[in-house]
């Protein structure tokens, strides 16, 4: 269990899912934000500055975009705002993140 709350009356949990964090399994379960699987995973730094200093989940809503991830190939994306699915492919961000390729 780790980090999460123990489960009771109040608290559901979604399906068990897993997801890949700089190419290592992190368990999840769905429902839950990538910033919540991250969290409860030990992960607290979520990327690091152009300088060198790392961010992670502050607000949680989505307003202070320090816990942004690359997702999928997909650079500045929020872990606070983006829901965990099975297979999902979620990376620490350094800097501003890798460039997207044009379509």
Do not use: H, K
Not at 68 to 87: H, K, Q, S
């Amino acid at each position: 269990m780790g980090r999460r709350l123990p489960l009771g009356p109040a608290i559901a949990r979604g399906p068990a899912v897993t997801i890949q964090v700089d190419g290592r399994p992190v368990d999840a379960y769905a429902g839950e934000t990538v910033a919540a699987a991250l969290l409860a995973a030990g992960v607290v730094a979520t990327r690091t500055t152009s300088g060198g200093e790392p961010r992670g989940v502050f607000c949680g809503m989505g307003v202070c975009f320090d816990c942004l991830v690359v997702i999928d190939g997909v650079p500045n994306t929020r872990a606070c705002m983006t829901y965990v699915r099975d297979g999902m492919d979620v990376r620490l961000q350094a800097g501003p993140g890798p460039a997207t390729p044009a379509s």
